[in-house]
């Protein structure tokens, strides 16, 4: 079982920002790609974003130019990085193991964690 800890989010007004982690535990996170997806209230999950074991990444539309990911082997951690957010950015923000092209449309997951909660309003 690949297990996540993401951290990171919390209360923004629009226009600030904010840099998540998800953190990869009991294996070593450099050998997978990894999505970020993110659940609206009241909608289904979308994908984010995602960084490919070589370290080329891809974007949702809504996000390219605004969020950045990155990854950092030595500290099995991914982050993404989040500037000019938006109240539409508002969600539970959750990081998976991709096992598939680093591509978008990312692949749907069956299963998902309760990730961190990132709400951007005034």
């Known amino acids: 079982q690949l297990q996540f800890v993401e951290s990171g989010g919390g209360l923004v007004q629009p226009g600030g920002s904010l840099r998540l982690s998800c953190a990869a535990s009991?294996?070593?996170?450099?050998?997978?790609?990894i999505g970020w997806y993110r659940q609206a209230p009241g909608k289904e999950h979308e994908g984010v974003s995602c960084?490919?074991?070589?370290?080329?990444?891809s974007y949702a539309d809504s996000v390219k130019g605004r969020f950045t990911i990155s990854r950092d082997n030595a500290k099995n951690t991914v982050y993404l990085q989040m500037n000019s957010l938006k109240p539409e950015d508002t969600g539970a923000y959750v990081c998976?193991?991709?096992?598939?092209?680093?591509?978008?449309?990312?692949?749907?997951?069956?299963?998902w964690g309760k990730g961190t909660l990132v709400s951007v309003s005034s």
């Open positions: 998976k193991a991709v096992f598939g092209l680093c591509v978008f449309p990312l692949p749907d997951m069956k299963y």
């Open positions: 009991g294996f070593t996170l450099a050998y997978y790609a």
């Open positions: 960084i490919s074991s070589d370290g080329s990444t």
